[in-house]
């Protein structure tokens, strides 16, 4: 009996270290750091907000761009609009991203409709990647966050180097590293993500063909979903995301990702610190903690607990 039951027990390792073997080990879910997900809000907030009546950003998008540089002033960039009118771009600088000032020049840039922006600095030059009139995405750059130039629209061709018809590039993001740039973009319906790369910023390729982030299937993205902010932290990927509700609300989520291909969704999305509010979260490291900044007609900010300062890159 005692052989028999030694026999069934080898049986069961073997069977184990076969599946392991195979690569058919359950997968662990990746650990979130508690930095990037769990913030309490500012009792001051907001921190900024739409100029109001008479004012050419009466209104403000819900989506802008923040950033910090090492001499800790912080910049901010948002779209200001007047109903029904053009959307244009507004600049507005801090000592300690909680009391901010107008640029003097605003609006900075009207050429053309500007909004849904992302900020990349590469080599003193300033990279604004954005959609503009009916969506269509354009990139435009600046040697001192004040004055831009628009370089045109973005356009992505097919991994095979074919034109991709139709195209719409919306909400994008983009990330320097390894050599090349990387943009995440949303498809035309709304329901997914794609992932382009470009080695000079101008000529994109997709990787391939189907969204690396799609919608759904939770409720709080099953409608909609658009890429804020993409870095990388600690050696993963990491992305804020607005995600659109069956009821038309929008939420901040994240996701996360070891080469921008695969993504994991946060089990406990979303991370919206408040409620009933719709807006485009993304972070900024202060040096001692981070901050998300959401933005709904006003700029709120919420910290996370302090950390040890860690390697975050948006370039």
Known sequence: MRCFRLSVWAFLLVVLWQGTAT???????????????????????PVFRAAGKGHWDQHIQPRGWIVRDPDNRFYMWYTGYKKNGPMKLGYATSFDGLKWRRHRANPVYRKHSVQDVSVVERYGIFYMFASGKNEKSQLLVSPDRVHWTRRGKIQVKSRSGGPMPNLLIRSPSAWYGKGKWHLLYTEKKGSGVLLATSKDSKKWSNVKPKPVLAAGPGKYDKKGIDVHQLFRYRGKYYAYY????????????????????????????PISPTKGKRSAGMVVFDGNRFRLYTIN????VHFSKRVRAEELTTN
């Open 23 to 45: 690569g058919e080990e359950k997968k662990t879910p990746h650990k979130f750091p508690e930095e990037l997900v769990k913030f309490k809000a500012y009792a001051h907030n």
């Open 242 to 269: 607005h995600g659109r509700t069956e009821d038309g609300k929008w939420t901040t989520n994240i996701a996360a990702s070891d080469d921008l291909l695969t993504w994991e969704k946060y089990s406990h999305n």
């Open 297 to 300: 007609n006003e700029v709120d």
